[in-house]
């Protein structure tokens, strides 16, 4: 089941005398965070805070939360993770948030009774995602996460196939045969 409220980064210090405050973005881009208008201090979006400001500043964003106005205020947020509504993300379709994959079972699409295993991590290399896989041979995999290779992602049901490279998989294939 797809999580109504995702982690979007964390507070690591103040900024300024105003009650800015200098925020870790655990997504794409820092220009991302720029779309919310309301975060919230928890995953099921029972404590939202109005966004008044955000601007990127290099891999950071500086935010300026309503109710935090000193530098003591800001102060009291640090290392404080924040949330966003997946429905303020609008994302293209076809995109999908990182922490909808996790645990996703990794399925063969030419012989969907083959399954790999389920994604445990994925990192960015900057030309593409790499995606590990925990075997069900209890060995971890890496793929790359290019169209040759993922053929659907479908993270409502936690399934996704792909077309593996010649090699990724051959051990488990040997234990199988």
């Known amino acids: 089941m797809l999580k109504q409220y995702l982690e979007t980064g964390q507070i690591v210090s103040t900024h300024g005398v105003k009650g800015e405050v200098r925020f ?7 220009d991302f965070m720029k ?13 939202p805070v109005k966004v008044l400001s955000c601007r ?28 966003m509504n997946r429905d303020d993300a609008k994302i293209k379709k076809g995109d999908w948030f990182i922490r909808d994959l996790l645990g996703c079972s990794v399925c063969d699409a030419d012989d969907n009774a083959k399954i790999y295993g389920k994604i445990s991590d994925v990192q960015s290399t900057g030309a593409n995602d790499i995606w590990f896989i925990d075997g069900t041979d209890g ?20 399934i996704v196939y792909i077309r593996p490279l010649k090699g990724i998989f051959d051990d488990i294939e040997e234990l199988r045969e």
């Not at 870790?24 to 820092?30: A, E, R, T, V, Y």
């Open 56 to 83: 990127p500043h290099g891999n950071i964003v500086i935010l300026k939360l309503q109710g935090t106005d000193t530098v003591a205020d800001a102060q009291k947020l640090r290392n404080t993770v924040l949330y």
């Open 139 to 158: 060995k971890e995999y890496i793929i790359p996460a290019i169209k040759d290779v993922v053929i659907t992602v479908d993270v409502e049901n936690e």
């Open 24 to 30: 870790d973005p655990w997504c794409d881009s820092p």
């Open 35 to 47: 779309r919310f208008k309301t975060l919230y201090f928890d995953d099921k979006g029972e404590k």
